[in-house]
Structure formats: C-alpha cells, structure tokens
C-alpha cells in the first residue's frame, strides 16, 4: 500500500483517509484533519480551495469509504497471491507510453487540463519507468509551462488549479543537478511561481512545492533570486509551513529548506529575522520531537550569528528559557547548539538582564555541569569562556549555591 491513489489521500495529511468527511465546498477530508483546522485553528477557509466558508457542517462520505475499503482488500489480495495472469492483466509499457503521450497533448491543447493532469499523476506515482518516460516526452516542459501561466494570471482559478495538480506530479520527479527537471525548475519563473504557490496554494500544494525545493536545497541552486524577488513574504511562507502541526513531512521540509537558504548568506537571515523567525522557532521549541529541536536549534544559532537576530532571541520572554531547557535533555547535538547560542548571546549580548535570567531560568546550573564533563571539547571550552567573562557577575547573586562559588572560583584560578 505504498502507493496510495490520489483521491484516497486526506488534502491536509496527506495520509490514506480512515473517516472521509465532505464539507460545503465538495472537498473531501479525514475527520479529525478538517476538524483540528476548523475548531483548533479557528480556520474559516477550505485547506484545498482556499475558498471562504460560512457553512462548518461536515457530512460522511460512505461511498468513498466504501471504495477506500475495497481498494484496501484488492490490494491485500494482490499482495498475497501474484499470479501470472494477474501480471498478464496489467497495461503493458507501450500501452502507457502511448496514454502518456496522449494526456500530454490533451494538456497542451485543452483549456481543461486538470483531469489529465490527474491521470498523468496517477500514471507515473506508482512505476519508476514511467516516471523516466514521462521526462523522456517531454513532460516536464509541459507541466512547467502551466507553472509559468500562473504568473501571467494568478487570479483565474482554472490556471491555479492546473498549476497545483502540475506541481503534485512534478514533486514525484527526481532532481539533480545534471537533469532535466532540475535545470527547468531553477529557471526564475518556474522558482516564482512555486513561491507564489507556497503563499497561496492549497495544503497539498504546498507540501508539494516544499518537497521540491527540499530537492532543490540538495544542489548548488542559488535562491538569492527568489529571497531577494518574494522577500519577507518567502520567508513567512516557510515558517507558516514550519509551524504546520498537521502535516508533519511539509515542517521537517521547510525546516530542511530554511537551513540551506540561511547558510547560504548573512543577508538571507536578516530576511527571516525580519519575517519573525527567531520568535516562531522558540514558540515551536518547546513541543519539537528531537529531530525538529535540532533543526530548529540549528537555525536559531544560524540567526544569532548577526546582531539582529541575538536582539530578538534576548527580547523574546521565553527565549534563554527555551534554549536553556533543551541543553542536556535532548541529545549531544543539541546540547552543543545550545551551548553556541549561549555563547554568542554571553559574548556580544551580555546585558544585565540577560545574565540574570541565565542563572533564573538554570543555564548557569547546566553550564556547570558541563564543566564536570571528563576529557575536552569546543563546548566545554565554549563554556569556560562564558565562566571567564561573566562567572564573577553571577558569583554576586545570593542565589548561587555556595559550592558552585568554589568551583567557579577554581575555574577562575586555572586559567
């Protein structure tokens, strides 16, 4: 059941749908998805459609779970029992090359593209071959095409539609540097508008366009086109979908892509620092599964490396809090992270203020007891330097414990 068909998949989670429910656009969801969106999230939008909605009331979809449940016996059956005549009864390679070729030119003469488009989806989501045959004919260029109109005309809703089923087959697609697909991809309109589509598409569009930018980010691509062409706006995108507690691929991708795009450049992160990233990533910190904690941890001390970005972290109520709480709970990485945030706040941002909230909120304590820590290493040197600068100030506060006096005092006296 790897490959699940199009329709069966809930638009929010993207998972195979266990109770289909169908709202007052005629969209179809799971349950308990549309209802988190609507009742959760106060949400008055549909997910797919982005269409507004008075109507709230959601209705059983029997007969699509009925074909769910159907689909999911004939599936288990072919899984135990394959059979030649079973493999007999499949379309051969020709016969779907030839289907392709005829979708592909229904696409390009038909105003009505989405239902082939669809069909094309379907085709290659379960067969590698047809994925490669689907390049091979020029598939890519057409989709890209539809992807380009969408600039033109961004309002008409039949163009946006074929721009978001484009995008679902296009995200199947392999991408690298040397291809096809990767060279069309990062040409400037074809980035703009998946920016576009990141701002204002449907849920499964735009867990589409991020798994192809996170395809992307595994290149040499340059985003500073797209950074400096969508500007803040790109960046809320991204943390909008960072704080997707839904669909939990579409965060881990746009954490991945954020990541790289940072990397790349100080003028990027006074971009998302200006989008309020500092302050989302310490909101999110706190309920983050260890692999999204060191992402976020990782971008953090990325946007603490400019002046900006430590304003915001110190400024922010939480902020030394949230750092200071995933030191030792997490994992080695991320106690190193935190450690180099510490360090750069303790280095350049070294306010009164600062320092006391350190020792209240325990990033003293557990600095400390990393200095117990057998043998060497850059964190632990991180943290004698901190003890260097600040350990005197902190000694004044009646809230020290006395014992850690005398062994901060011995620090003092070894360096």
């Given at each position: 059941?790897?490959?699940?068909?199009?329709?069966?998949?809930?638009?929010?989670?993207?998972?195979?749908?266990?109770?289909?429910?169908?709202?007052?656009?005629?969209?179809?969801?799971?349950?308990?998805?549309?209802?988190?969106?609507?009742?959760?999230?106060?949400?008055?939008?549909?997910?797919?459609?982005?269409?507004?909605?008075?109507?709230?009331?959601?209705?059983?979809?029997?007969?699509?779970?009925?074909?769910?449940?159907?689909?999911?016996?004939?599936?288990?059956?072919?899984?135990?029992?394959?059979?030649?005549?079973?493999?007999?009864?499949?379309?051969?390679?020709?016969?779907?090359?030839?289907?392709?070729?005829?979708?592909?030119?229904?696409?390009?003469?038909?105003?009505?593209?989405?239902?082939?488009?669809?069909?094309?989806?379907?085709?290659?989501?379960?067969?590698?071959?047809?994925?490669?045959?689907?390049?091979?004919?020029?598939?890519?260029?057409?989709?890209?095409?539809?992807?380009?109109?969408?600039?033109?005309?961004?309002?008409?809703?039949v163009?946006?539609?074929?721009?978001?089923?484009?995008?679902?087959?296009?995200?199947?697609?392999?991408?690298?540097?040397?291809?096809?697909?990767?060279?069309?991809?990062?040409?400037?309109?074809?980035?703009?508008?998946?920016?576009?589509?990141?701002?204002?598409?449907?849920?499964?569009?735009?867990?589409?366009?991020?798994?192809?930018f996170?395809?992307?980010?595994?290149?040499?691509?340059?985003?500073?086109?797209?950074?400096?062409?969508?500007?803040?706006?790109?960046?809320?995108?991204?943390?909008?979908?960072?704080?997707?507690?839904?669909?939990?691929?579409?965060?881990?991708?746009?954490?991945?892509?954020?990541?790289?795009?940072?990397?790349?450049?100080?003028?990027?992160?006074?971009?998302?620092?200006?989008?309020?990233?500092?302050?989302?990533?310490?909101?999110?910190?706190?309920?983050?599964n260890?692999s999204?904690?060191?992402?976020m941890?990782?971008?953090?001390?990325?946007?603490?490396?400019?002046?900006?970005?430590r304003?915001?972290?110190?400024?922010?109520?939480?902020?030394?809090?949230?750092?200071?709480?995933?030191?030792?709970?997490?994992?080695?990485?991320?106690?190193?992270?935190?450690v180099?945030?510490i360090?750069?706040?303790?280095?350049?941002?070294?306010?009164?203020?600062?320092?006391?909230?350190?020792l209240?909120?325990?990033?003293?304590?557990?600095?400390?007891?990393?200095?117990?820590?057998?043998?060497?290493?850059?964190?632990?040197?991180?943290?004698?330097?901190?003890?260097?600068?600040?350990?005197?100030?902190?000694?004044?506060?009646p809230?020290?414990?006395?014992?850690?006096?005398?062994?901060?005092?011995?620090?003092?006296?070894?360096?």
């Amino acid at each position: 059941m790897d490959f699940l068909p199009c329709h069966f998949r809930c638009p929010i989670s993207m998972e195979l749908m266990k109770e289909p429910v169908t709202i007052s656009t005629g969209v179809t969801y799971e349950r308990k998805n549309i209802e988190k969106w609507f009742f959760t999230y106060k949400k008055k939008t549909c997910p797919a459609t982005m269409q507004s909605i008075e109507n709230f009331g959601i209705i059983p979809n029997h007969t699509l779970k009925r074909l769910i449940v159907s689909w999911q016996s004939n599936e288990d059956s072919k899984s135990s029992c394959s059979s030649p005549s079973s493999s007999q009864s499949q379309p051969c390679p020709s016969a779907k090359h030839d289907e392709i070729q005829a979708l592909l030119s229904t696409v390009v003469s038909s105003p009505f593209k989405v239902n082939s488009i669809k069909k094309l989806r379907s085709i290659i989501e379960i067969d590698d071959e047809m994925k490669d045959d689907f390049i091979q004919s020029n598939g890519v260029e057409v989709l890209v095409q539809i992807l380009d109109q969408t600039i033109m005309d961004s309002s008409d809703f039949v163009t946006f539609r074929a721009c978001e089923e484009a995008l679902c087959v296009l995200h199947q697609l392999p991408i690298s540097e040397e291809g096809k697909t990767f060279e069309l991809l990062s040409k400037q309109e074809s980035t703009r508008s998946m920016a576009i589509m990141l701002q204002r598409g449907s849920a499964e569009a735009r867990l589409h366009t991020i798994t192809i930018f996170r395809k992307m980010v595994k290149t040499e691509y340059d985003w500073s086109f797209i950074v400096q062409d969508q500007g803040i706006d790109f960046f809320k995108s991204l943390l909008e979908l960072v704080s997707d507690e839904i669909c939990s691929k579409a965060s881990s991708c746009a954490l991945e892509v954020l990541i790289e795009i940072l990397r790349a450049s100080k003028k990027n992160r006074l971009r998302a620092i200006e989008a309020g990233a500092v302050c989302v990533l310490i909101e999110l910190l706190q309920d983050s599964n260890r692999s999204k904690c060191e992402k976020m941890l990782h971008l953090i001390k990325l946007l603490c490396e400019c002046a900006e970005g430590r304003q915001a972290l110190v400024e922010h109520g939480m902020g030394i809090a949230a750092i200071t709480q995933k030191m030792l709970h997490v994992s080695n990485a991320a106690t190193k992270i935190g450690v180099k945030i510490i360090w750069l706040v303790c280095n350049f941002h070294p306010t009164e203020r600062v320092l006391e909230e350190m020792l209240m909120y325990g990033s003293v304590k557990k600095l400390l007891a990393l200095l117990h820590m057998d043998g060497r290493s850059s964190t632990k040197d991180k943290v004698v330097k901190i003890f260097k600068m600040h350990g005197n100030s902190w000694k004044r506060y009646p809230c020290f414990p006395y014992d850690l006096k005398e062994y901060l005092g011995f620090v003092n006296d070894s360096s």
